[in-house]
T-cell receptor, first 118, second 114 residues
Framework: DTGVSQDPRHKITKRGQNVTFRCDPI?????LYWYRQTLGQGPEFLTY????????KSRLLSDRFSAERPKGSFSTLEIQRTEQGDSAMYLC????????????????FGPGTRLTVT | KNQVEQSPQSLIILEGKNCTLQ??????????LRWYKQDTGRGPVSLTI?????NTKSNGRYTATLDADTKQSSLHITASQLSDSASYIC?????????????FGRGTSLIVHP
């Protein structure tokens, strides 16, 4: 257990439905990241937050995806109008970054939320 | 385009043997390279992190090397154990002006047989 939790662990939904995932990072960590991983592939970067500010978004993050971290603590990732291609493991990670622009600080991953769109 | 290529795609070895996994990258500008271990159905766990100036870093039976000139890294596992069976993922990151972009490899699937 890394200290990063994600909820739910598994989600099955029908195509066209909206889903929302939650990530609770390690409490003192100021950075929070979302990734997507499909079977047999490495994770793909989606977005990351520094405190409550969303600093980077991948082109993979279509208009149907939105992420928030309103108070700089937990984060939510919402997928609207789900498609079968959204089926994947959604991973959250957090880190503590003390210097501006630094990215060498270790990331701690949660167990992931496995989404299946039928 | 930033890319990270890992080889081999999969590897089967006997318990107690050593093995080396490879990672080649074209990510630029380079900030750091990490190796992760990912057990099936779980999130990745960090093994090593190396910046530009570091050539080697060890974590127990895991030793990572980095050649920033040739843009290659390797992960050497010594005296393998059954619990080493997992996917090993190489991640190379850029960091510019506060932006952070990681590029992940597809991973090497390692199976250790008794």
């Amino acid at each position: 257990d890394t200290g990063v939790s994600q909820d739910p662990r598994h989600k099955i939904t029908k195509r066209g439905q909206n889903v929302t995932f939650r990530c609770d990072p390690i409490s003192e960590h100021n950075r929070l990241y979302w990734y997507r991983q499909t079977l047999g592939q490495g994770p793909e970067f989606l977005t990351y937050f520094q405190n409550e500010a969303q600093l980077e978004k991948s082109r993979l993050l279509s208009d149907r995806f939105s992420a928030e971290r309103p108070k700089g603590s937990f984060s939510t990732l919402e997928i609207q109008r789900t498609e079968q291609g959204d089926s994947a493991m959604y991973l959250c990670a957090s880190s503590l970054v003390l210097l501006a622009g630094g990215s060498s600080h270790e990331q701690y991953f949660g167990p992931g939320t496995r989404l299946t769109v039928t | 385009k930033n890319q990270v290529e890992q080889s081999p795609q999969s590897l089967i070895i006997l318990e107690g043997k050593n093995c080396t996994l490879q990672c080649n990258y074209t990510v630029s500008p380079f900030s750091n390279l990490r190796w992760y271990k990912q057990d099936t159905g779980r999130g990745p766990v960090s093994l090593t992190i190396m910046t530009f100036s570091e050539n080697t870093k060890s974590n127990g039976r895991y030793t990572a090397t980095l050649d920033a000139d040739t843009k290659q890294s390797s992960l050497h596992i010594t005296a393998s154990q059954l619990s080493d069976s997992a996917s090993y993922i190489c991640v190379v990151s850029t960091a510019s002006g506060g932006s952070y972009i990681p590029t992940f490899g597809r991973g090497t699937s390692l199976i250790v047989h008794p």
